[in-house]
Structures are given as structure tokens and as C-alpha cells.
């Protein structure tokens, strides 16, 4: 009896910090409470094995005929089943929350003009001179991209064992028709955070402050450019409610909420307070000196 009373407890303290850890971003600590205090740029690379099930949801995953429409298999709660770019572009699309430019944090981008500017793109024209400002950002803002060509095998990383490759490019009509530029935003992401040391529990915060969308050229032909980005706090809801699909076990989904502040994915230290790091051997060196410095703050 005892021992089963003390598994209960060790279940029940491991569940209530998992649950405390989840918070971190919805409640940082308080400014007086910051003994320590970096704004980090992390850009996630969706095409890397651990990353592809964030931006491609269900798509390419024939397990089950119509899985994702079928009333009798299908039991998610999760009503947004294409990944988290569309999730947020269906978001922004329908005014649950406002864009900001990549250059400028504080000036609010419409949807109108980013989905202006983005079939201009994918039509084969240039951005009107002056009619887009402050929609530009990237290299100059948050660093390079140090990725060429097809390092992580393309496609085939999206269906596992159990899924026939998807095509291409494919996504649902809806998305298809509504978003026809989608292929230019679903290769990478930036997340801005702030990293927090908090002195009174030891203990380090990540506190996600954007999520920016950055426009890829498949072709290669365009130069990668940060294109919108979106305040965390506006779309936490937005995540909640969009699927992350655990490709080994159908017992298990989660919320791309969950994945993010769970930090359930691979990214690489674009910037550090201002100073970009240019190639992925000065990212994982900066991303080491982090730990390296929180380990000596935990010995101060």
C-alpha cells in the first residue's frame, strides 16, 4: 500500500510540473524577478524528421481512407489538421489576431496586404516599390539561412513507414485555393523569445514573444525574406486547437501548443541580443554558450 501511495505521489508531482512548464510562456516571472535576460531568434527548419509533423499535419498520412473527414475513425478534438502555417494563415486570414512586420514589431501588417504582396510573388511580379513597407525583415534582421538545397530528403521524412510520399506541394483544396502561395512559407520559421534566469527559482524561462512566417523560395530563385510574424499571446488559442500528429502512436496527439512550449522541436540560435549568428557552426556555438552560462548562473 505504501508503495502504491508513493507512486501515486511521484505520478501526481510529475504531472503538476509538466503542467507548471506548459505556463512558462502564458506567465513568466516578473520583470523584478529577471536576474537574467536574452532576446533569442530561433529559426526551425520544418523539412528537419522532428520538425515535419509541425508544419504538415495529417498531410501524406494514408494509415486510414479519409482520415481526417471520417466521423468514425476520426475522435481529434483538434478542428485545424494542416499544420500550423495554415492554422495560422486561416487565423490571420479570418481577424482572430493581427500581423506585425518583420521590420518593425510595432507596425500592424493587414492581411489584405500580406496576401497582396504574396500572389504577387507567386504570379511571377516584384513587389510594388513603397506599397509593402516595413513587410520586408529577414537577413538583415534575424540573420541568414544557412540551408541550400534538399538536406533533410525532401518529402519522404513527412509519412514515416505507414504513409505513401506525398506529393509535392499538395495540400487540401481549401488551402489550396484560398492560400496558392502556401509552398513560399512552409520551409521555415523564426521564433523571438526571451530567455529568462529567474533568481528567486533558479530556474531558466522561455518566453515566446513572436512567431514569424519567412517566405522560401522553392526554386531558389528568391531570396529567403521574413514576411509576417504574429504576437504568441494573440494566437495561443489558434495552437490549442490545431493538431500535431504523433506519426508512431495513434493514442497520442498534442496541441502544437504543447509541442512549443514543451520545446518539442529542433531549432538553431539565429540571433542573441542583436548580434546574428551567420553559419550553423557560430549558431551551435552561441547555442552552447548559452548553457554554459546558465550552468554558472546555477553555481553563483
Not at 77 to 103: H, M, Q, T
Not at 107 to 130: H, L, N, T, W, Y
Not at 220 to 233: N, V
Request: hydrophobic share 35%; net charge negative.
Amino acid at each position: 500500500m505504501n508503495c502504491a501511495m508513493r507512486m501515486r505521489s511521484i505520478v501526481w508531482f510529475c504531472s503538476v510540473a509538466v503542467l507548471l512548464h506548459s505556463l512558462y510562456a502564458q506567465f513568466p516571472p516578473r520583470v523584478e524577478d529577471h536576474f537574467w535576460r536574452k532576446k533569442v531568434v530561433l529559426t526551425l527548419d520544418l523539412r528537419e524528421k522532428i520538425n515535419v509533423p509541425i508544419e504538415r499535419g495529417q498531410e501524406g498520412y494514408r494509415l486510414y481512407t479519409n482520415y481526417s473527414t471520417d466521423p468514425i475513425t476520426d475522435k481529434s478534438p483538434y478542428s485545424n489538421r494542416e499544420g500550423i502555417i495554415v492554422a495560422l494563415l486561416k487565423g490571420f486570414k479570418d481577424g482572430k489576431f493581427v500581423g506585425y512586420s518583420p521590420k518593425n514589431l510595432s507596425q500592424q501588417v493587414s492581411f489584405e496586404d500580406f496576401d497582396a504582396r504574396s500572389r504577387r510573388i507567386e504570379a511571377g511580379g516584384e513587389p510594388v516599390e513603397g506599397a509593402d513597407e516595413g513587410m520586408g525583415g529577414g537577413e538583415e534582421d534575424f540573420g541568414g539561412d544557412e540551408f541550400g538545397g534538399d538536406e533533410f530528403g525532401g518529402d519522404d521524412l513527412g509519412g514515416g513507414i505507414d504513409a505513401a510520399p506525398a506529393a509535392e506541394g499538395s495540400v487540401t483544396p481549401s488551402s489550396d485555393k484560398s492560400f496558392p502561395y502556401l509552398k513560399y512559407y512552409r520551409t521555415l520559421v523564426r521564433l523571438i523569445e526571451d530567455r529568462i534566469f529567474d533568481k528567486n527559482k533558479s530556474d531558466m524561462y522561455y518566453d515566446t514573444q513572436y512567431i514569424c512566417l519567412v517566405q522560401v523560395d522553392p526554386k531558389g530563385a528568391l531570396a529567403d525574406e521574413d514576411a509576417i510574424c504574429f504576437r504568441y499571446k494573440d494566437v495561443m488559442d489558434v495552437l490549442d486547437d490545431t493538431q500535431w500528429r504523433n506519426r508512431a502512436n495513434d493514442a497520442e496527439d498534442r496541441s502544437m501548443r504543447e509541442i512549443i512550449e514543451l520545446r518539442r522541436f529542433s531549432g538553431y540560435v539565429t540571433v542573441v541580443s542583436g548580434e546574428e549568428s551567420r553559419t550553423l557552426n557560430e549558431a551551435e556555438l552561441r547555442r552552447q554558450q548559452i548553457i554554459e552560462f546558465e550552468h554558472h548562473l546555477w553555481t553563483f
